[in-house]
């Protein structure tokens, strides 16, 4: 495709709002895409080590937490496109706008809680399993080294991580449908659904505080990540995203100049008419494209987990528990499908790690280049992001090569810290969307009583944690 043409940069002071129309609504199929990388980075850590591993000691009690975290974070979600929607700034960015320290405990957050490279030593971990061999340090270091020329050299990066992800959510529907014809009984389904009604609101034995809130962490998305939603939808052109610049890399693109800081419609009729499409089809596209994947991905990998595993009394709190699933596979359907989950696990749990960096050097970069970098010719927000990219991968190999090495105790670090990050901007999301934006499409009613019940949810676990 042609590169983006160079737009002027903008006199709007910081803080300032330009009023511009809000763009002519896109087709439902052209906006599909967000939902996908949400879902595609989501699809790791949660559905493929910690749910299966909380299943396999605990059996399928806990499915209800995973439906509900589900729901709640839907909810948080929309809450995030319709900052975005409405301004074309990142919820991070409208956050800042009050107090600067919010965007720096966000920035520190999800650098703390991706520096861990749990997700791509668990790739590298399985990696090894599928071809007999290997140091899974070393192939992690290589692996995060390669994601970084990648992001690098992606003219548009969000089209990068778009496909990538894309195509990692492909290849887990094709396994799942594999999987339910040839391994998961009739009784597991049955006992699936008896366990999520008669077991809602209670926690099998031997799952730990800990544990839930990792698990919680771990469903779908979480933390930081969530947050990123504001820059996917804006590199997708939804709403008034469409009048911001791409995030462009510095190396082989042209680079675009700063857009406004915010941009408001005017509230008449036409305008008002396209914000009900653009905010119906926002809701359609992440209703399937994220929530429903992760529901059906959560429930088969657990029901896996569930007949392969459940009643072991040798599973260890590492990613060897997937081994042994790899090798009851092959027992009970052949060695096809062995190879083909381990190669499908790795694969889907590298792509996480690319999504993840992706993720950090968003959120950072947009912060520092709007807060205290805006007139710099040197740190553009390219640049400052893959500055973070890089810092990350150095980061996480030094952590890796230092002997911090266990993929489990990676990710719970990650994820107790996702839950955590999630309570804190769900409660700014709150004023932010009811304080910040024109009364005919700020947040009320259902969607308001949701975000109260999100704070309810996420307060909850992460204060019994600390008791």
């Not at 703390?112 to 399985?126: D, I, K, L, N």
């Not at 839930?212 to 979480?222: D, E």
């Not at 804006?234 to 406004?260: F, N, W």
């Not at 009900?276 to 959560?298: D, G, P, Q, S, Y």
Request: charged share 15%; hydrophobic share 55%; glycine share 10%.
């Amino acid at each position: 495709m042609s590169q983006p043409a160079t737009r002027p940069e903008t006199t709007v002071p910081p803080g300032g709002i330009v009023t511009q129309e809000l763009p002519e609504p896109m087709s439902l199929r052209r906006m599909v895409g967000p939902g996908v990388v949400a879902v595609g980075i989501g699809l790791a850590a949660g559905e493929i080590v910690l749910w299966p591993y909380l299943t396999a000691i605990g059996g399928l009690g806990l499915l209800w937490l995973a439906f509900a975290t589900l729901a709640v974070q839907f909810v948080i979600n929309m809450e995030i496109e319709r900052y975005t929607l409405a301004t074309g700034q990142t919820a991070v960015a409208g956050f800042s706008r009050w107090w600067k320290g919010w965007g720096i405990i966000i920035c520190l957050a999800g650098a703390f809680q991706y520096v861990w490279p749990g997700w791509a030593t668990g790739g590298s971990t399985v990696f090894t399993y599928l071809v007999g061999g290997g140091d899974a340090v070393w192939i992690t270091v290589a692996v995060l080294v390669v994601i970084g020329v990648l992001l690098s050299i992606s003219k548009v990066i969000y089209r990068t991580v778009e496909r990538v992800e894309i195509v990692k959510v492909a290849l887990t529907l094709f396994f799942l449908a594999v999987v339910v014809v040839f391994v998961i009984s009739a009784a597991s389904w049955g006992e699936g659904a008896k366990e999520t009604v008669v077991g809602f609101g209670q926690i099998p034995e031997g799952i730990t505080f800990t544990l839930l809130l990792s698990a919680i962490g771990a469903a779908g998305a979480g933390g930081v990540h969530n947050l990123v939603l504001s820059n996917w939808i804006r590199d997708k052109r939804y709403g008034m995203g469409a009048h911001v610049p791409r995030l462009i890399s510095p190396i082989t693109g042209q680079e675009e100049a700063s857009g406004a800081d915010r941009y408001a419609f005017p509230q008449d009729e036409k305008n008002l008419d396209r914000w009900k499409t653009w905010w119906k089809r926002a809701n359609v596209e992440h209703l399937f494209a994220f929530l429903l994947v992760c529901f059906v991905t959560i429930t088969i990998m657990s029901l896996l987990a569930y007949d392969t595993l459940f009643g072991r009394d040798d599973l260890k709190s590492d990613t060897s528990f997937l081994r042994i699933e790899g090798d009851v596979l092959a027992a009970e359907v052949g060695t096809w499908l062995k190879l083909l989950f381990f190669a499908i696990a790795a694969v889907s749990l590298w792509a996480a790690a690319m999504g993840l960096l992706d993720v950090i050097g968003r959120v950072a970069s947009d912060f520092l280049r709007r807060n205290y970098l805006a007139t710099s010719t040197r740190w553009t927000e390219a640049r400052l992001y893959l500055a973070v990219v890089w810092g990350e991968i150095v980061l996480g190999s030094v952590i890796l090569l230092a002997g911090f090495t266990q993929p489990i105790g990676l990710l719970l670090v990650s994820t107790c810290a996702a839950s955590v990050v999630t309570l804190l901007y769900s409660i700014l999301l709150v004023r932010l969307n009811v304080k910040d934006l024109p009364a005919a499409i700020r947040m009320r009613g259902w969607r308001l009583g949701g975000m109260i019940v999100a704070i309810g949810f996420y307060g909850f676990f992460a204060i019994a944690m600390v008791v």
